[in-house]
């Protein structure tokens, strides 16, 4: 048996160790009912979200707040925590949506790992406190007049966010051990 040979032997087992591993891990994710009823909770956070007119008037804001949560085996929302700086009236309609979902979670016998630790991103942009007199919406970038790319530049807070991932109302974490869920984008512009 050649060089070549044994090479392309060795090529063919890879190959199918490979596609086995893929496989299995296709099944696998395929069996998880929870994944999909997690997003189903997401969606009913999303849904159910709905923060204070008179703040979102007012607000000038872009950036994340990341929430931590648990679900015990009695579909029942624990140890909620927000990003710190995350505006009072973005966690006052979060607060709400988890309390008018909360019920519906065991009436939908959803499944999901009881006690799991989930991580949701949650995306917002809200302008309409933003202060663009004057500025065209349809001005190029490029062609703004300062005080608009100011407010703008205000307005991206996405840096402190992510840098306080780790750090939410309810005290800061060192390590967080969770399933990460697809974010959530939300906003109020004019």
Not at 14 to 24: E, G, T
Not at 41 to 55: E, G, M, R, V
Not at 76 to 96: E, H, R, S
Request: proline share 4%; with cysteine.
């Amino acid at each position: 048996m050649g060089l070549h040979a044994l090479n392309l032997n060795i090529m063919r087992k890879l190959f199918l160790i490979w596609a086995l591993s893929l496989v299995v891990m296709t099944a696998h994710a395929q069996s998880k009912s929870e994944d999909s009823d997690i997003n189903k909770i997401t969606w009913l956070l999303f849904k159910n979200y709905n923060p204070d007119a008179s703040s979102l008037n007012q607000a000038c804001i872009k950036s994340c707040v990341f929430i931590h949560f648990q679900i015990n085996e009695n579909g029942k929302f624990t140890n909620i925590g927000y990003t710190k700086n995350t505006p009072q009236f973005i966690i006052d309609g979060l607060a709400n949506s988890f309390k008018i979902i909360e019920p519906s979670i065991k009436q939908m016998n959803l499944h999901f790992a009881a006690n799991q630790t989930y991580l949701l991103p949650f995306e917002f942009y809200y302008n309409l406190g933003c202060d663009f007199s004057g500025i065209s919406k349809n001005t190029p970038d490029s062609t703004k007049p300062k005080p608009y790319v100011n407010v703008e530049a205000d307005m991206q807070l996405f840096g402190d966010a992510l840098w306080d991932i780790l750090n939410f109302t309810d005290g800061k974490l060192e390590l967080l051990n969770c399933t990460v869920l697809r974010p959530v984008r939300t906003g109020a512009v004019h």
